[in-house]
């Protein structure tokens, strides 16, 4: 069965299997884009709202921010390609994965000092962090397996 230039089989009108497998990919990496991206710039924006909310200092959101926006955007431009690099994908996962179970440590031994409010959001965006890795790295593996 052959393909056509828009990744369709001639034979079922169907997505070519790598294609759908990228496309998973992209979907999940644009979601992690979009997600880090925002919340980067709310720590941005937002640092001494969100400081007076988590009760922590504001100077650490700063920093955080400014990493999550560059990093959001990294992730947004490999959402970005027809083909997500392997090498690209790999990285954000295992950033992803490094910065979830570094949140739960900072929420065990409560480094920034945060209330309850501060460690219950830490604990969730670590949830959320895992998640968008195992996403990444199941679509990858996908897209491997189609190729």
């Known amino acids: 069965m052959t393909t056509t230039a828009h990744g369709s089989s001639r034979l079922t009108d169907t997505p070519a299997p790598a294609?759908?497998?990228?496309?998973?990919?992209?979907?999940?990496l644009a979601l992690d884009a979009v997600v880090t991206t925002g919340n980067g710039i709310i720590y941005l924006a937002f640092s001494s709202?969100?400081?007076?909310?988590?009760?922590?200092?504001?100077t650490p959101l700063v920093y955080i921010g400014i990493f999550l926006t560059a990093f959001g955007l990294f992730v947004g431009s490999l959402a970005l390609s027809k083909t997500p690099s392997a090498v690209g994908t790999t990285i954000v996962a295992d950033a992803n994965i490094i910065w979830a179970v570094?949140?739960?440590?900072?929420?065990a031994i409560g480094?920034?000092?945060?209330?309850?409010?501060?460690?219950?959001?830490?604990?969730?965006?670590?949830?959320?962090?895992?998640?968008?890795?195992?996403l990444q790295l199941y679509g990858l593996k996908k897209l491997k397996a189609a190729q």
């Open 19 to 28: 294609t759908s497998a990228a496309t998973l990919l992209r979907r999940f």
């Open 49 to 58: 709202w969100v400081a007076t909310l988590f009760d922590v200092s504001a």
């Open 111 to 134: 480094l920034l000092g945060s209330n309850t409010w501060g460690t219950l959001w830490t604990v969730a965006q670590a949830v959320v962090v895992g998640a968008f890795a195992g």
């Open 102 to 107: 570094g949140s739960i440590v900072v929420a």
